[in-house]
């Protein structure tokens, strides 16, 4: 066992950047532990345009990584470990047990920060088929399709913004809905309407996945089921939203329906000493500026209670 941390802080997307910043300027002894990269979802972003300060947007990967730099500055220690669980204290000024591969960690306080992951379609072969035609990063690998034919399905801001990314690449990107009006922004769906290389098909449906060894089509299907035909496609990107990073932690805490991880205002969870901050938790919202100001409570929060354990 390492020695015992102040505020562990488990993924290193905004809200746990944000949280780890804030706990180690609150003089905490304070380890944030990442599986992957630092920034989540937000590094995914070319331009963000709805971050208050930006008028012009800004580079998601950039805010990220400054983010990241004020949390290292501040004292916040990066390990990059994925946590496999968490053994909740004995007693109430007992210590949390953190457990990742490389070894165990006694920290006082917990705030869970591991985001959210993309939902997938729940259709046959679309594990298989990940990574050769179906993703679910238009900002990753869109690249990979420059010149061909892709689709997009979903309705939200991620789908438009997807769909609009894609055009800077792919000859032809279709985007398709399973609804005749979309659920994002207006400023997105305008900027859709208006390029050229993207086709709308709304009332659709994708009810299949075609090909052998790498995706050429997708199968589609009316609101009611019936067959509305084959598209030719070289890539299909799903945003059709995201599942809260909270399986991990299911056995121990309380969660809504959908994963959230439950918290109060303070974003204390059920279980005392351990917070949750951004897409991870039971949230209305799950936007950059959100996911920072739960981090910056959840931080706060913690440091109270390290201070009221003496």
Same mark, same amino acid.
């Given at each position: 066992?390492?020695?015992?941390?102040? @505020? $562990? !802080? %488990? =993924? /290193? #997307?905004?809200?746990? +950047? &944000?949280?780890?910043?804030?706990?180690?300027?609150?003089?905490? *002894?304070?380890?944030?532990?990442?599986?992957?990269?630092?920034?989540?979802?937000?590094?995914?972003?070319?331009?963000?345009?709805?971050?208050?300060?930006?008028?012009?947007?800004?580079?998601?990967?950039?805010?990220?990584?400054?983010?990241?730099?004020?949390?290292?500055?501040?004292?916040?220690?990066?390990?990059?470990?994925?946590?496999?669980?968490?053994?909740?204290?004995?007693?109430?000024?007992?210590?949390?047990?953190?457990?990742?591969?490389?070894?165990?960690?006694?920290?006082?306080?917990?705030?869970?920060?591991?985001?959210?992951?993309?939902?997938?379609?729940?259709?046959?072969?679309?594990?298989?088929?990940?990574?050769?035609?179906?993703?679910?990063?238009?900002?990753?690998?869109?690249?990979?399709?420059?010149?061909?034919? @892709? $689709? !997009? %399905? =979903? /309705? #939200?801001?991620?789908? +438009? &913004?997807?769909?609009?990314?894609?055009?800077?690449?792919?000859? *032809?990107?279709?985007?398709?809905?399973?609804?005749?009006?979309?659920?994002?922004?207006?400023?997105?769906?305008?900027?859709?309407?208006?390029?050229?290389?993207?086709?709308?098909?709304?009332?659709?449906?994708?009810?299949?996945?075609?090909?052998?060894?790498?995706?050429?089509?997708?199968?589609?299907?009316?609101?009611?089921?019936?067959?509305?035909?084959?598209?030719?496609?070289?890539?299909?990107?799903?945003?059709?939203?995201?599942?809260?990073?909270?399986?991990?932690?299911?056995?121990?805490?309380?969660?809504?329906?959908?994963?959230?991880?439950?918290?109060?205002?303070?974003?204390?969870?059920?279980?005392?000493?351990?917070?949750?901050?951004?897409?991870?938790?039971?949230?209305?919202?799950?936007?950059?500026?959100?996911?920072?100001?739960?981090?910056?409570?959840?931080?706060?929060?913690?440091?109270?209670?390290?201070?009221?354990?003496?």
């Amino acid at each position: 066992m390492q020695a015992e941390i102040d @505020v $562990a !802080v %488990v =993924g /290193g #997307g905004v809200a746990g +950047l &944000t949280a780890g910043m804030y706990a180690a300027r609150n003089g905490m *002894r304070t380890v944030l532990f990442e599986a992957m990269m630092p920034g989540g979802q937000t590094a995914t972003i070319l331009r963000l345009e709805n971050y208050p300060g930006f008028p012009d947007g800004v580079d998601g990967a950039a805010l990220a990584a400054d983010i990241l730099r004020q949390a290292e500055a501040a004292g916040c220690e990066l390990r990059y470990e994925a946590v496999q669980e968490i053994i909740p204290a004995e007693a109430v000024a007992a210590p949390h047990t953190i457990v990742t591969a490389a070894g165990r960690y006694a920290a006082k306080t917990v705030i869970l920060a591991g985001g959210a992951a993309p939902r997938r379609l729940g259709l046959p072969r679309e594990e298989e088929l990940t990574g050769h035609g179906v993703s679910y990063c238009a900002t990753c690998d869109g690249a990979l399709f420059r010149g061909k034919r @892709v $689709a !997009v %399905v =979903g /309705g #939200g801001n991620t789908a +438009l &913004t997807d769909a609009l990314v894609l055009s800077r690449y792919a000859e *032809r990107v279709f985007l398709i809905h399973r609804r005749d009006a979309f659920r994002g922004s207006r400023v997105l769906e305008d900027r859709v309407r208006a390029t050229a290389q993207i086709e709308l098909l709304l009332s659709r449906t994708v009810s299949g996945l075609l090909g052998t060894d790498k995706l050429s089509g997708l199968q589609l299907a009316a609101p009611d089921g019936a067959d509305a035909g084959e598209l030719a496609v070289d890539g299909l990107f799903v945003a059709v939203g995201v599942s809260p990073v909270s399986e991990f932690v299911a056995d121990c805490l309380q969660r809504s329906s959908n994963g959230g991880i439950v918290t109060d205002a303070r974003m204390q969870t059920s279980l005392p000493g351990v917070y949750a901050a951004g897409d991870c938790r039971d949230t209305a919202l799950r936007q950059v500026v959100t996911a920072a100001a739960d981090g910056a409570v959840a931080a706060a929060s913690a440091s109270e209670y390290v201070m009221s354990l003496g």
